[in-house]
């Protein structure tokens, strides 16, 4: 074929190109999106049911399947924070689930919180009182509650906030600012995320927070880490510090924990 017939053929074929180019929409890169909130269903379930012991759980499931967490919080009366942080991270949770089981039990010792004292003497000592029983002293019925939760929901991590009376820094005998993990490699390396985690909010040595090892014999994270042998933590802020600083120390570490599991974002 000769170049006298080629070329009008190719300036037409040019023509076309261009014309199809301008009448075509622009396709733009596919983008993932964001993973969308799944339905949450949520139930109350009484504790110590009947008694004036009795305390809620509620339990939230999501429709993607995930690990189970449980929180904790008001086991003594005088740690306000504890508690108040975890209503928090249980009215958030209807937004911010992404899968899995969240169990959350903010007034676990309702009365005390009430009277704000560390426990009355009828009840004694939840946090000494794992693995409970359902016929004992109210603390031991109110830990067999809770500790049939863990293994009802098969929970994968068990995350207990209390305070101290002062700063672990100041005063080594209180446990104030410091993460007390389980006996396990993930709690520990956890813990220690924690720690960096919050440290970089607070400028002050004092109030920095440290990592400790061995819950106390008897406590929910005790029971969960030696029992049930999964990570379980006990988060202990101190109370010499503004209540609003406390409930803010204890959300930001149960969040992080609760990302590491999959149940949130980390953002």
């Not at 009365?111 to 693995?131: C, F, G, H, K, Q």
Request: glycine share 6%; charged share 20%; net charge neutral.
């Amino acid at each position: 074929m000769s170049k006298c017939i080629l070329q009008p053929i190719v300036k037409r074929m040019v023509l076309l190109l261009v014309t199809v180019s301008i009448l075509l929409p622009a396709v733009s890169p596919v983008q993932a999106s964001a993973p969308a909130v799944s339905d949450i269903t949520q139930t109350v379930l009484p504790l110590a049911a009947g008694t004036k012991y009795e305390t809620k759980a509620f339990i939230y499931e999501s429709k993607i399947n995930g690990p189970a967490v449980l929180v904790v919080g008001g086991v003594h009366g005088n740690e306000p924070a504890g508690s108040l942080a975890a209503e928090a991270i249980q009215k958030n949770v209807s937004v911010s689930l992404l899968k899995g089981t969240l169990i959350v039990v903010p007034r676990a010792n309702n009365l005390a919180l009430n009277r704000r004292v560390r426990t009355l003497p009828e009840i004694t000592d939840i946090n000494r009182a794992y693995p409970g029983r359902p016929d004992g002293n109210p603390a031991e019925r109110i830990a067999f509650a809770i500790s049939s939760l863990m293994k009802k929901y098969n929970v994968s991590m068990v995350i207990d906030l209390h305070e101290g009376r002062t700063f672990h820094y100041y005063d080594k005998t209180s446990v104030g600012q410091t993460v007390i993990h389980g006996f396990d490699d993930k709690s520990s390396l956890l813990a220690l995320e924690c720690v960096e985690l919050i440290n970089q909010q607070l400028p002050e040595k004092h109030r920095k927070f440290t990592f400790l090892s061995s819950p106390v014999e008897g406590s929910t994270a005790y029971y969960a880490s030696t029992v049930l042998d999964i990570p379980a933590f006990t988060l202990e802020t101190s109370v010499k510090q503004p209540l609003e600083d406390r409930v803010h120390q204890h959300v930001t570490i149960t969040r992080f924990l609760l990302a590491s599991e999959g149940l949130i974002s980390e953002q």
